[in-house]
């Protein structure tokens, strides 16, 4: 099945430093979502970027599908966006089951 | 609140004990969701729901039972727990969306989860 990596497993920020996470798959999806999942482990759907690049405030992600990785990055950082990121793709074409990486942790220190 | 409300929060269970983890939403959804958290492992589905009265398996489904009750309800039963099965269990809902000819899988919305400990 599709492989998903995400890198670095582990980032520590001091408040306001940008930071960018990747995620590469092995196989071509037709697309990507990003998912933030905060200390008290509430997960929260961040991005569904198949293509191209999307923003919300100080978080931007883009994706190359033709190069099958994903980028989010974080602007400005602030100790609220302390937690784990997780990118998923479908198992396969147009399916609703997702195979999610093993995340990146982020500690933002004041 | 609208939302995926799961129950319980906790659970601690000894090893052969059976429980079912409940989930609702009310949010309309067709898709209904459970995944499984570990320690590094990021989540892995369980089984899910594309609509009511279907049900089908994940990525790792042994050990494991699951009804859709109904549009808004879908539980999950462990019949004889094992310390495998310890883990943090998520419910989720999504409801597809018709993007021309295709139908996109987006804004899913996970409850608050279930910490299980079997020993």
């Known amino acids: 099945g599709i492989q998903v990596e995400q890198s670095p497993p582990d980032l520590i920020l001091q408040e306001g430093a940008n930071s960018t996470l990747r995620c590469n798959f092995s196989?071509?999806?037709?697309?990507l979502q990003w998912f933030h999942q905060n200390p008290w482990g509430q997960l929260i759907n961040l991005f569904y970027?198949?293509?191209g690049t999307k923003q919300n405030g100080r978080l931007s992600a883009t994706t190359v599908a033709t190069e099958r990785y994903s980028l989010l990055y974080i602007s400005s950082s602030q100790t609220t966006d302390s937690g784990v990121y997780f990118c998923?793709?479908?198992?396969?074409?147009?399916?609703?089951?997702?195979?999610f990486g093993k995340g990146t942790k982020l500690t933002v220190n004041p | 609140n609208a939302g995926v409300t799961q129950t319980p929060k906790f659970q601690v269970l000894k090893t052969g004990q059976s429980m079912t983890l409940q989930c609702a939403q009310d949010?309309?959804?067709?898709?209904m969701y459970w995944y499984r958290q570990d320690p590094g492992m990021g989540l892995r589905l369980i089984y899910y729901?594309?609509?009511?009265?279907?049900?089908d398996k994940g990525e790792v489904p042994n050990g494991y039972n699951v009804s859709r009750l109904n549009k808004r309800e879908f539980s999950l039963r462990l019949e004889s727990a094992a310390p495998s099965q310890t883990s943090v269990y998520f419910c989720?809902?999504?409801?597809?969306?018709?993007?021309?000819?295709?139908?996109?899988?987006?804004?899913?919305?996970f409850g608050s989860g279930t910490r299980l400990t079997v020993v």
């Open positions: 998923a793709v479908p198992t396969q074409g147009g399916s609703e089951k997702l195979v």
């Open positions: 196989d071509s999806v037709n697309n």
């Open positions: 970027i198949p293509s």
């Open positions: 949010m309309n959804h067709n898709s």
């Open positions: 729901s594309a609509s009511e009265g279907t049900t």
């Open positions: 989720a809902s999504n409801r597809p969306q018709l993007a021309g000819h295709l139908l996109e899988y987006y804004g899913y919305t």
